[in-house]
């Protein structure tokens, strides 16, 4: 029995798509009568085995074998040579899970394919839609549900700068994890939405030293579980002063942070005036 070259291989998996899946689902055109020199000159490249008969391709998670196959731009028995792999790693790097890509031919008949593809960080809401976005902002896919393990981005320029965000909490780890939303205010400075958005407890953050206030913050939650109580908003926009807004219902309480920060109760919160003014 005549052994089939397989025609694509995921590289994270065992599981290999043979030629005949790939080649038998595509309904080729009949071939036309050889027009030129150069029509004749791949006919005969083919004949002789330089035309392309597998393709092996590593890297791929999330990207669809039918759109990265359509992006080579290359059918079973095309000319390896005729082959423009410049124009056909701008095609792949296209696609919309792909970060980047190498396209390698390999003579007499393969060519391979290796990628690297986004990772969803966030996901990125606004006028109705949610878009799946990386770490460094580039947009991936849009959803149609949002992924729950995944914070949600509010704001204009949010996905260009939620990576540097996260890096400056990075050094809390275990209040960190905790964030469900993250929102931009007029492209200075963030509240960040721990717990549920109609149980949890907005923070908000300086323009500068985020770092450090969310130091703070960890602060306050381990000496005073300041983060299981009934408060809606901590305000740590004004160095050396944390203010406290406590749900509707709750009496006024006293948070203690230490000799050298003011802590007051208020019943200041943000309303829409605010938002438009970016405070």
Sequence with gaps: MRRVKPWLMNGCAAAVLTGAAVWGAMTLPAVPRLA???DQAAESLSTVGLSVEEVLVTGRVNTGT???????????GTP????????????????????????????????????????????????????????????????????AS?????????????????????HQP???KRISAVVRFGGRRWDVMIGGIESGVTIKLPEADVAGA????????????????????IDLRIPGRTTVTLKQG??????????KQEAR???????????QNGV
Excluded: C
Aim: a negative charge; charged letters at 20%.
């Design 250 to 259: 709750y009496s006024i309480e006293r948070i203690s942070s230490g000799p």
């Design 80 to 147: 390896i040579l005729e082959l423009d792999i410049p124009a056909a790693r701008e095609r792949i790097n296209a696609l919309p899970w792909v970060k980047s890509s190498e396209v390698v031919r390999r003579l007499p008949n393969s060519v391979s394919i290796a990628i690297e593809e986004h990772t969803g960080f966030a996901v990125w809401q606004r006028a109705g839609r949610y878009t799946l976005v990386a770490r460094d902002g580039a947009e991936i896919i849009d959803l149609t549900t949002v992924d």
């Design 174 to 176: 275990q209040l960190t």
């Design 150 to 170: 995944l914070p949600v981005i509010v704001g204009e320029d949010a996905p260009q700068h939620v990576g540097a965000l996260f890096d400056a909490l990075a």
């Design 36 to 38: 030129s020199m150069q």
């Design 265 to 275: 109760a208020s019943d200041w919160s943000v309303d829409t005036e605010e938002y």
């Design 66 to 76: 039918a759109d990265l196959l359509d992006a080579l731009g290359a059918v079973r």
């Design 214 to 233: 969310w130091a703070h913050l960890a602060v306050l939650d381990a000496e005073h579980s300041i983060l299981s109580r009934a408060i809606q908003t």
